[in-house]
């Protein structure tokens, strides 16, 4: 009987004692999901300086019209459209933008940022709700020639 007992609470204490191991690397995991949530995307502005956005970049584009070509490019923030545009414009005030509100309302947010010498930047940044989760478009725009 002691033998008996003795095997079983020997397998029991193995059994038990791989549960706390775990063959991944939380710091490994912590870091993925911080660097997934926080994607970073690329606007090269016609002066040439490059933004790094804390979004995930959809598409750009060029339209053409009169005055040459729009240039067009949309980005997607996990966030709504106030704290979207506060990304863009923290990165834009660092490299010596100001900024203009032009209309805000439930939807959309409408931006223009000025800098001496650097065609208009206009921003729009609209919030798309799925489900439960909030998400902005952030159309970003300038003339060229």
């Known amino acids: ?5 003795a095997a079983l609470l020997s397998l029991f204490a193995f059994a038990i004692s791989g549960c706390d191991q775990q063959d991944i690397d939380p710091a490994k995991t912590d870091s993925q999901a911080a660097e997934s949530a926080q994607s970073k995307a690329k ?8 933004l790094q956005l804390n979004a995930k970049h959809m598409k750009s584009y060029e339209k053409p019209n009169t005055a040459g070509k729009m240039s067009l490019h949309e980005y997607s923030y996990s ?3 106030k704290l979207a545009e ?9 490299a010596g933008f100001t900024r203009k509100i032009i209309s805000s309302d439930s939807s959309q947010f409408k931006v223009q940022y000025y800098k001496k010498d650097l065609p208009v930047i206009g921003g729009i940044y609209t919030t798309v709700n799925n489900d439960a989760k909030t998400m902005t478009i952030a159309t970003l725009y300038w003339q060229e020639k």
């Open 1 to 5: 009987m002691k033998i008996k007992t």
């Open 43 to 50: 606007l090269t502005l016609t002066d040439g300086s490059i």
């Open 79 to 81: 966030t709504a459209d």
């Open 86 to 94: 506060n990304d863009v414009y923290m990165h834009l005030q660092n």
